[in-house]
């Protein structure tokens, strides 16, 4: 089944900077990419995705790119803030194949 | 407003008191799921329902039952808890899996 590896798993920044999370995964038939921030004590919430057939997406600060090949996609945020700092997610599922794998999740920290 | 509820939101049992915790939502979504959360793992999958009456084993079903019976509502079993099965459990729903998934609060059920 597919397997999900995620990177870092703690990231400390600078409030400003610029933050990099990476995710892998196994199997190359999955083609639906999500990423979830998690604030303390809250649930998880979807702030953007990425489906196979495009290479890289934005919403303002935040981007994700993919990476077929190499079977990896990459969260990154612009310009980080306070609020900024959660715990965040990749995920990654295929048509056909119900499941939603997650990865194991990276703490942000981002420091005034 | 769309939401997903969880009841109850704190549990406190012993091992061998079957439990169950009810999820319902609201958007008429197809796709249901559960997940348990444990630092360091991140989100595993428990089980999944494509729709009414259609559900399958996740990643960790192992000791937990479901059922669909209505599209609404998709509550999860432990027959007979153990201490292993202390976690924080969220209830999500969605248009199907490769759409944003839409989390409920959280259980947080301790075992001893």
């Known amino acids: 089944g597919e397997n999900v590896e995620q990177h870092p798993s703690t990231l400390s920044v600078q409030e400003g900077d610029s933050a990099v999370i990476k995710c892998t995964y196994s199997d190359s038939a999955s083609n639906y990419f999500p990423w979830y921030k998690q604030e303390l004590g809250k649930r998880p919430q979807l702030i953007i995705d990425i489906r196979s057939n495009v290479g890289e997406k934005k919403d303002q600060r935040i981007a994700v790119t993919l990476n077929k090949t190499a079977k990896h996609f990459s969260l990154h945020i612009t310009e980080t803030q306070p609020e900024d700092s959660a715990v965040y997610f990749c995920?990654?599922?295929?048509?056909?194949?119900?499941?939603?794998?997650f990865g194991t999740g990276t703490r942000l920290l981002v420091s005034p | 407003e769309a939401q997903v509820t969880q009841n109850p939101r704190y549990l406190i049992t012993v091992t061998g008191k079957k439990l169950t915790v009810t999820c319902s939502q609201n958007m008429n979504h197809e796709y249901m799921s559960w997940y348990r959360q444990d630092p360091g793992l991140g989100l595993r999958q428990i089980y999944y329902s494509m729709n009414v009456e259609v559900t399958d084993k996740g990643d960790v079903p192992e000791g937990y039952k479901v059922s669909r019976k209505e599209k609404r509502n998709f509550p999860l079993i432990l027959e007979s808890p153990s201490p292993n099965q202390t976690s924080l459990y969220f209830c999500?729903?969605?248009?199907?899996?490769?759409?944003?998934?839409?989390f409920g609060p959280g259980t947080r059920l301790t075992v001893t």
């Open positions: 999500a729903s969605s248009f199907t899996v490769g759409h944003e998934q839409y």
């Open positions: 995920a990654a599922s295929m048509t056909g194949f119900q499941k939603l794998v």
